[in-house]
């Protein structure tokens, strides 16, 4: 995700969820059920099955489908064995890229990866070649019908580190270790929906391309977003 502009990115996000919900859905199913199974299988109990389950839901999915994952996750032993893997490169025109993925098959994930980055004219790279381009923050989105005075202290006096509004949204990013404060900071003040709600990667090095360009970035972008194994995708292409 790039941080430069923050709703235009979010909102090509909600984009692609609206043209294929049933595969957001599938996996953050399965990052539920890979936090669930790794902690206790109460959001209340376990800091990071919270944080994904905040995030289904701010992605409007329904309890009914969080509470399935949850209860596979109950199930036992048995059932799916998942690995985080983390790829990094570049893409077309030198844009850094970070590719989070769940995979039961390593070498199945790195050849689709592989592949796509090939195709586009990139190329993968080294643990460690562009993460540090990344600093994890957290991202929070709220609807602008609330009072905006009334947000902004809530948010900065929890340890926000920039409230911002943009377009008919509240944007706010914080630090990782102040993401769970910020939160619940707002929802004291009676926030009941989060647009977004989750801790992501925000470039400290941004690259500026034409439209030909982005347009070729965004085609990696969603080529790696459809692969069954990719859970996020982190760039640092400038968007205005």
Same mark, same amino acid.
């Given at each position: ?8 990115t ?6 692609? *969820? ?10 953050? %199913?399965?990052? *539920? ?22 995030? #289904?839901?701010?992605q409007? !999915?329904s309890k009914?489908? *969080? ?30 890229? !970070? ?7 390593r070498?199945?994930? %790195? ?11 990139? =190329? ?13 923050k ?16 809530a948010?900065?006096?929890?340890g ?9 949204n ?6 990782? #270790? ?11 003040? =009676? ?12 470039? =400290?090095?941004?690259v ?28 640092n292409?400038?968007?205005d």
């Amino acid at each position: 995700m790039s941080g430069h502009s923050k709703w235009a990115t979010i909102h090509r996000k909600k984009g692609l *969820i609206d043209a294929a919900r049933g595969k957001v859905f599938q996996k953050l %199913a399965k990052e *539920i059920y890979v936090a669930a199974k790794s902690g206790a299988p109460d959001p209340d109990q376990n800091a990071s099955l919270r944080m994904v389950v905040d995030k #289904a839901k701010a992605q409007n !999915m329904s309890k009914d489908k *969080i509470q399935k994952a949850i209860d596979k996750a109950k199930g036992g032993t048995e059932g799916e064995n998942y690995e985080s893997i983390r790829y990094e490169g570049y893409g077309p025109n030198g844009v850094a890229f !970070m590719v989070d993925c769940l995979t039961d098959n390593r070498n199945r994930t %790195a050849s689709f990866v592989r592949s796509a980055f090939t195709k586009s004219g990139g =190329n993968l790279g080294t643990d460690g070649s562009v993460s540090y381009m990344f600093n994890k923050k957290g991202s929070i989105v709220i609807p602008g019908e609330y009072d905006e005075d009334t947000m902004m202290m809530a948010a900065l006096d929890a340890g926000a580190e920039d409230f911002e509004k943009i377009g008919d949204n509240y944007i706010i990013t914080t630090d990782e #270790a102040s993401f769970t404060n910020v939160k619940e900071a707002l929802e004291s003040e =009676n926030v009941k929906e989060f647009l977004e709600c989750e801790l992501t990667y925000i470039p =400290n090095i941004e690259v500026e391309l034409n439209e030909e360009q982005i347009e070729k970035v965004n085609k990696l972008v969603d080529t790696l977003e459809d692969l069954d194994d990719v859970q996020d995708v982190y760039y640092n292409l400038k968007e205005d």
